[in-house]
């Protein structure tokens, strides 16, 4: 359990007195090797998952397998040198004796290995060491234990790998492309359009718009902006509103030429549906369908008790928690993680829901792919019902202890690792403690079905209205049970102290769904009900107020003081606007002290959110366009010049964190479905791709499109919503004008 020892400053200063050659270590090459840090950057192919135990890596490996290829825990991305002497080294056991072997190899065809190692292990722990001298010159080897071709299944561990020689890594330094950003997928007719260009000219430069075909269709001169403090590059503004509807554009300024674009928003109608699809990938507890999805994303059932899963149709609680089971299955997992969470789910759920309800004209049955299509009801509402039904499930039963609240949450008891397919899932599965905000998300969200399924299925609006009702009278009876920030192993916290917001959120749907004048008061003497909801790190899963918020605005009701809430709404839009202008990149997101936040871009779509609920409220342009230039944004117009929607734009974030889609780790699974979003930059960098890579990144770009990355590149189900809401805005506007 060695930690990477990080020697490049010592050898530095050693060098001062002595040649450093002769007293330096070898650098290490391989991260994590102690494990420490959980199982990133680690991989296994997906027959012998790996996970932390006892601080080692170990994994159950099948027998009966042929080749020592047929089950593998590697870590790539290592780098070799020619000529180099390097030491491998690790501590293995095999919990009974078998021969695996240990190679250093290329991680892609032909795999040549600079070196392959049969190595006999037995249950007692043993340290081999290796060396070699590198025949090649490369970043892309990797450290293989290649386990299969046993007869026997068994279990193996591994601990304290180390590759040392050659170099030290050289810093990380991101391929961010041509120099300038531009939405990589189109802009729309009608809206401003905008590139930014990143440079070290601090006069204006000329740029020049060119068709396909090399003819320039407009040109001008860019506007210097200075140096971007999120980016600390400099930055010109290139403003080419003016240009007419066409394909295969390209931007040049200051000898750059961007990857092209279209000025044209149909993409907009697909991103929509895309955008949503990702939940029905997401579903837990039935089939992906081929017939739906193509067979790449299919994969049968997790959770439903079939071996090696264990749940969720019969799940304990955590022990002492409770003394009944429950059937929690179905419901959306959250991420890459195959965790269930009361609260994250509700801001997902709501956001489908505010979705349809804003426009429920836009949406149809029969344009998702999803199995409920063309059963008289909406696909979006079928696609939020699935996850309104395990919220209902994770209700505690009348006749118990807090009888009316809602559990937390359920996962695994463990983390595990990557890659792993949700039906193979071992871990045992758990039900957490309930919490008032989880009851509140559960009373918020049921009373929104309740509204909404009324036309379409009065009994399961009358079930959601119950459990509603009932969840805001637990939640008032117990108003501070908190779920606990350190009850975060094998799934995520979801914690929150303040839940004056839930109050709110929950009480503005119980109004607005049934009048009722405990809920109206309830709204009214709420400290949210005045205060400024629409801060500037955007609202949240832990800051739901404005959730309540907008609907009270945009849902017709008769509360006293109405005109009042529809106003805040636009203050706060206004507010967006504002810093929209006063960035380089046109961001209507700016942190407190200019730290990003994990999950970033959806906190930037949340704001814009509000600001598309202001153009709905007052159809003043400069909303509209600041959603669009948010757009722009997300999909390539940034310090990175990525566009972090799978599937979308020249340069599009795709190995996101995640259990299946892990294409980067195991070529036979799937990249995310196009549609899927990143989480984004994130200050922090909580995970050890991140740190070994980003150390001292500038905030908006503290990101990197690796699997191993999930604070910076995970996805989830209320990121997506986000993005779902947004898109759903944007598709409206592209067709409702075309000029
Ligand atoms: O989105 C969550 C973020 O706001 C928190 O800071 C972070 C750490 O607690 O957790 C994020 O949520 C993750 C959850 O805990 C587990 N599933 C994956 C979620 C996205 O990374």
């Known amino acids: 359990m060695w930690r990477k020892t990080f020697i490049g400053l010592l050898g530095m200063s050693l060098a001062l007195t002595t040649p450093a050659a002769a007293t330096a270590e070898p650098a290490e090459q391989v991260t994590n090797g102690g494990f420490d840090a959980g199982t990133a950057p680690w991989w296994w192919t997906s027959n012998a998952p790996g996970a932390v135990?006892?601080?080692?890596?170990?994994?159950?490996?099948?027998?009966?397998?042929?080749?020592?290829?047929?089950?593998?825990?590697?870590?790539?991305?290592?780098?070799?040198?020619?000529?180099?002497?390097?030491?491998?080294?690790?501590?293995?056991?095999?919990?009974?004796?078998?021969?695996?072997?240990?190679?250093?190899?290329?991680?892609?065809?032909?795999?040549?290995?600079?070196?392959?190692?049969?190595?006999?292990l037995t249950s007692s722990a043993t340290r081999q060491e290796y060396e070699f001298t590198s025949t090649v010159t490369t970043a892309k080897a990797q450290v293989a234990f290649q386990i299969g071709g046993n007869a026997d299944s068994f279990d193996f561990c591994v601990d304290d790998v180390s590759l040392a020689g050659g170099s030290e890594p050289p810093p990380y330094i991101p391929d961010t492309g041509p120099r300038v950003r531009v939405n990589q997928t189109g802009y729309l007719p009608s809206s401003a359009k905008h590139a930014t260009l990143v440079t070290t000219a601090t006069e204006p430069v000329a740029w020049r718009l060119s068709r396909p075909d090399g003819t320039v269709a407009a040109s001008g001169n860019s506007k210097p902006r200075g140096i971007d403090p999120t980016s600390r590059q400099n930055t010109h503004t290139i403003d080419f509103s003016r240009a007419a509807p066409g394909k295969g554009y390209t931007l040049s300024a200051d000898g750059e030429t961007s990857v092209p674009f279209d000025i044209g928003g149909e993409f907009y109608q697909r991103l929509k549906t895309d955008s949503l699809a990702f939940f029905y990938h997401q579903r837990s507890g039935t089939p992906i369908e081929e017939s739906l999805v193509g067979a790449r994303y299919a994969r049968p059932a997790g959770h439903l008790d079939v071996p090696p899963n264990q749940g969720d149709t019969n799940v304990a609680c955590q022990p002492g928690v409770c003394d009944y089971r429950l059937d929690v299955r179905g419901g959306w997992y959250d991420a890459g993680d195959h965790g269930k969470y009361v609260v994250n789910g509700g801001i997902s759920v709501a956001q489908l829901m505010s979705e349809f309800e804003r426009s429920p004209r836009a949406f149809g049955d029969g344009n998702l792919r999803i199995p409920e299509r063309a059963n008289g009801v909406p696909d979006i509402l079928d696609e939020a019902r699935w996850e309104l039904e395990f919220l209902l499930r994770m209700q505690v039963p009348a006749g118990k202890p807090y009888a009316g609240m809602a559990h937390h949450k359920i996962h695994d008891n463990e983390w595990t690792g990557l890659p792993l397919p949700p039906h193979l899932d071992p871990k045992l599965r758990e039900l957490h403690p309930v919490s008032t905000a989880a009851t509140l998300n559960l009373a918020a969200t049921a009373a929104q079905c309740a509204r909404l399924f009324s036309r379409y299925d009065r009994k399961f609006a009358a079930r959601c209205l119950t459990a509603a009702r009932q969840a805001w009278a637990a939640a008032k009876a117990n108003p501070a049970i908190y779920a606990s920030p350190s009850d975060a192993t094998g799934g995520g916290a979801y914690d929150d102290t303040n839940v004056n917001d839930e109050f709110y959120w929950a009480a503005a749907e119980l109004y607005l769904t049934t009048k009722g004048v405990e809920y109206r008061d309830a709204v009214l003497s709420s400290p949210v009900h005045t205060a400024?909801?629409?801060?500037?790190?955007?609202?949240?899963?832990?800051?739901?107020?404005?959730?309540?918020?907008?609907?009270?605005?945009?849902?017709?009701?008769?509360?006293?003081?109405?005109?009042?809430?529809?106003?805040?709404?636009?203050?706060?839009?206004?507010?967006?606007?504002?810093?929209?202008?006063?960035?380089a990149y046109g961001l209507a997101y700016a942190p407190p002290e200019g730290k990003y936040v994990w999950g970033s871009n959806s906190q930037v779509l949340n704001n814009l959110v509000v600001l598309a609920t202001a153009y709905d409220l007052t159809r003043r342009t400069a909303y509209r366009d600041a959603v669009f230039t948010g757009l722009d944004y997300i999909l390539g117009r940034n310090p990175l010049n990525i566009s972090y929607i799978t599937g979308y734009g020249e340069r599009d974030a795709h190995n996101q964190h995640h259990r299946f889609w892990a294409h980067q780790m195991d070529a036979a699974l799937p990249n995310p479905p196009a549609g899927s979003l990143a989480g984004g930059p994130n200050s922090y960098i909580q995970d050890p791709v991140a740190q070994d890579k980003l150390k001292g990144c500038a905030d908006a770009m503290c990101y990197i499109d690796d699997i191993g990355s999930w604070a910076t590149n995970e996805v989830t189900i209320n990121w997506?919503?986000?993005?779902?809401?947004?898109?759903?805005?944007?598709?409206?506007?592209?067709?409702?004008?075309?000029?």
């Not at 601080?55 to 290592?78: F, S």
């Not at 959730?547 to 106003?567: F, I, K, M, S």
């Not at 997506?720 to 000029?739: D, G, I, K, T």
């Open 53 to 120: 135990v006892d601080g080692r890596l170990c994994a159950t490996v099948p027998g009966g397998t042929v080749n020592p290829w047929d089950a593998i825990i590697g870590q790539n991305e290592i780098d070799l040198e020619a000529g180099q002497s390097y030491k491998f080294a690790f501590t293995a056991s095999a919990s009974t004796s078998a021969t695996v072997r240990a190679n250093v190899q290329l991680a892609d065809p032909p795999y040549t290995a600079e070196l392959s190692q049969q190595v006999p």
């Open 532 to 583: 400024d909801v629409f801060t500037a790190d955007g609202f949240s899963w832990q800051s739901v107020a404005a959730l309540g918020r907008l609907d009270l605005a945009t849902v017709p009701n008769g509360l006293p003081d109405r005109a009042r809430v529809r106003q805040s709404v636009i203050a706060g839009a206004d507010k967006y606007l504002a810093t929209a202008r006063s960035q």
């Open 720 to 739: 997506n919503s986000a993005l779902a809401w947004v898109a759903a805005f944007a598709a409206e506007q592209a067709e409702r004008r075309h000029e």
